[in-house]
């Protein structure tokens, strides 16, 4: 894998994420107990071999740049390649939901100019898998294609992901929104340095659009391959996808695939001490990361770092985030509360199974 | 070569901690595991790293290489520096020979070019296997106060106690007067605690001295101590108030583990000051299942809980089965209590496992401890 570089686009937005990407993208956001959603990717990347990734930012970088530092924690902090961090622009409308802006790849050109490396593996920051990508490569050096993408198949809460049409193999068309059944676009596809740098060129006057987009009417012309992908791996657009695909990580399978021994997903340490259990404490069916102290009740929920539950607190299928305290007899269901919010004691907070209530993030 | 220190840390690492059985059959004692995701190390480069002194040298030899990979290039404790960090420091061979170290003394006078090559004013010897937190630097101070040649940190013990250590007596100003190892009938109960700072040196000259004396065991406690007690040279005593312990017995291992658990444990790795830096292997968050029920336990990333743990330590990557019950154990990463077994009152070492429906070890109070070596498969109906 050394024939490729990583270009992760992290400057994705929407505003179907509430008060959850207030202060930060959906690149940072807080996924699986200890983790960001750009962990997966960035995981991906190097446990496939590829040392040389870029990582376009997002307008709000500070979360990310916190997060990925000089990447030491992915063994990115290298003297050939490693982790860059190219600056990504400002969305005009952040709902336009594009992942592959081409202003963002032409900003950041000298990246992709100054690799010797043939091949560039673009993806998203707003999916969850575990994916090789070396299987990929395999497949995009077998047929030939100008570009070979990634898809699964959608489920039915899959409605914000793009789909694709094939003639067999090969992409025909590119379409907004899928169903149930429906073939849709992982945001993760891989192409020739030479040709990435042409497309740019070619479309630097519309480059307020998305790769894609651009691509389309290209697609007679153009080699454009699918390649499907058979694990696990879902994309996050809305609060429902964060809260559901959050929860997909309670089944042990999922949880098994994603957090494989083998390819171990990496993020940012830091020093949490083991988590501990005091005497009357009850969890079920739940993620719980070191550095929480637990005495109360947890079920069907994630826990992040650094959580208290008091004595006689409950949480049923809610997400906690980082260093929240819980008082004693607090209770909170259907919800996600985010990070470093006090929850007084005897407190109820609750959604419904629909719709989580959100919390947000406490400046503390 | 000189880069200039005020104060570097030889620790020594070396040892194989015999009496810990089972537990140091493949590795040396200060990289055994403790408290679910730390090895027993951490907590002196941790304190040195938390005391500001950014140069250690780790003496190893029994056993070396979990230790040395561990370390590694000291980033866990952001001792990867330019200028001083982490230096693992194993015998080694010269145009002479070479000799394995001898004894704690001979391991540093070995290793004395590595000292002048920070020149420093003084030398703090530590040892890699004790659990404990300090603040170095209130020691050094302490021995630039009294203008001392040598410091040893000591901490009262009881009367009982005492004869299981080096006990110091002082003076009115603190100053050493007799050093006895192991007394059978103690005249104090101030114990060494195996933390030195010398002058370097004085350090320097006591060691070869040391070193071309026949009849020396190269023993800090034994031989050089005494020595320097002898010549009239200043020894003082820092007086030591917070948790320290050598956990080198089996029973002494697992009552620490035990007292993890306590609410208001003697050794607090919650405590938010002076935090414990420890390499981790990053591992997902811990899963417990549907029937999984976990009290009064610590419990480690990575382990997966289906079964019930109660008052145990639980480390990074366990597994406990369906119906699989743990109780007043120690379970070391990656150790697996398969569905239905039980373990009650057991250390498992790291990898091992006991097999479906296997029993290991007893609720009686009286037994003692049981303890599966790293890698061992406890089968059911065999005996351990």
């Known amino acids: 894998m050394d024939r490729v570089i990583g270009l992760i686009a992290a400057n994705f937005a929407t505003d179907e994420m509430g008060e959850l990407t207030d202060e930060r993208t959906i690149a940072s956001l807080p996924y699986g107990g200890r983790y960001r959603l750009v962990d997966f990717p960035l995981s991906n990347m190097v446990n496939s071999g590829i040392t040389t990734v870029g990582i376009i930012t997002p307008y709000k970088y500070r979360s990310i740049i916190d997060h990925v530092g000089a990447g030491k924690a992915w063994g990115l902090d290298r003297k050939n390649g490693g982790l860059f961090v190219l600056p990504g622009s400002v969305f005009g409308i952040s709902s336009s939901g594009s992942r592959f802006l081409l202003r963002d790849i032409r900003r950041n050109i000298v990246y992709l100019m100054r690799s010797p490396a043939p091949y560039v593996l673009v993806t998203s920051a707003n999916t969850v898998s575990n994916m090789d990508y070396s299987e990929l490569l395999k497949r995009h050096l077998e047929t030939g294609a100008d570009i070979t993408l990634v898809y699964n198949i959608a489920d039915s809460d899959d409605v914000h992901r793009t789909g694709i049409k094939t003639d067999g193999e090969r992409v025909t068309e590119v379409i907004h929104g899928v169903s149930a059944g429906d073939k849709a676009f992982l945001d993760c596809f891989i192409i020739s340095r030479s040709l990435l740098l042409k497309i740019v060129e070619w479309y630097s006057a519309i480059d307020y659009l998305d790769l894609f987009e651009v691509l389309e009417d290209d697609f007679d012309k153009m080699d454009v391959r699918a390649y499907m992908y058979e694990g696990y791996a879902r994309s996050i657009f809305t609060v429902q996808d964060y809260f559901k695909r959050s929860m997909d990580l309670l089944n042990v399978d999922v949880y098994d695939e994603i957090f494989s021994k083998d390819a171990p997903v990496m993020t940012k340490v830091q020093d949490s001490v083991p988590t501990k259990y005091v005497k009357g404490a009850s969890v079920k069916n739940s993620l719980i990361p070191a550095g929480c102290v637990i005495a109360g009740s947890v079920e069907d929920s994630i826990l992040f770092r650094g959580v208290t539950v008091g004595k006689g607190a409950v949480v049923k299928n809610s997400i906690i985030m980082q260093s929240c305290v819980l008082g004693d007899g607090a209770c909170i269901e259907n919800a996600i509360i985010d990070r470093s919010n006090v929850i007084r004691a005897g407190t109820v907070i609750k959604g419904s199974a629909e719709e989580a209530f959100i919390k947000e993030k406490s400046v503390n | ?384």
């Open chain 2, 1 to 384: 070569m000189t880069t200039k220190k005020d104060c570097i840390a030889m620790l020594l690492a070396g040892g194989q901690g015999s009496r810990l059985g089972a537990l140091t059959r493949h590795i040396a004692k200060p990289a055994v595991s403790f408290g679910g995701k730390y090895r027993i190390i951490d907590f002196s480069l941790s304190n040195c790293t938390n005391s500001h002194i950014d140069t250690v040298g780790v003496l190893t030899q029994y056993r070396p290489y979990q230790l040395n990979s561990y370390i590694g290039t000291g980033s866990a404790w952001d001792l990867d520096k330019g200028r001083g960090g982490v230096s693992i420091l194993p015998p080694y061979a010269t145009e002479t020979g070479g000799e394995w170290y001898k004894g704690t003394a001979d391991a540093i006078y070995q290793n004395l070019d590595y000292i002048d090559m920070y020149d420093p004013e003084y030398v703090l010897i530590l040892s890699g296997d004790h659990l404990y937190r300090m603040d170095y630097q209130k020691m050094l101070q302490s021995h630039i106060n009294n203008n001392a040649d040598l410091t040893i940190s000591v901490m009262d013990v009881s009367y009982e106690e005492a004869s299981r250590f080096g006990i110091l007596t002082v003076d009115d100003e603190d100053r050493v007067t007799k050093f006895t190892e192991k007394p059978k009938e103690p005249d104090s109960t101030l114990a060494s605690m195996g933390i030195y700072i010398f002058s370097k040196k004085v350090l320097k000259e006591a060691l070869i001295a040391d070193s071309t004396d026949p009849d020396s065991e190269h023993d800090f406690g034994k031989n050089i101590i005494p020595n320097l007690l002898q010549d009239g040279h200043r020894l003082f005593v820092y007086r030591f108030s917070g948790f320290w312990k050598d956990v080198g017995t089996i029973p002494s291992y697992h009552e620490t583990s035990m007292d993890l658990l306590e609410p208001n444990p003697q050794f607090d790795l919650l405590s938010d000051e002076f935090p414990v830096m420890s390499r981790e292997n990053i591992q997902p968050p811990h899963y417990i299942g549907p029937e999984g029920s976990v009290e009064e336990c610590f419990v480690g990333n990575g382990s997966r809980i289906f079964g019930t743990a109660r008052h145990s330590v639980l480390s990074i990557n366990c597994y406990v089965g369906e119906g699989a019950f743990v109780k007043d154990s120690v379970l070391m990463p990656g150790a697996r209590v398969e569905s239905g077994a039980k373990v009650v009152r057991a250390i498992m070492g790291e990898n091992s496992v006991v097999a479906a429906g296997a029993v290991l070890g007893s609720e009686d109070p009286n037994s003692k401890i049981a303890v599966v070596g790293d890698s061992i498969v406890v089968e059911k109906g065999g005996a351990e």
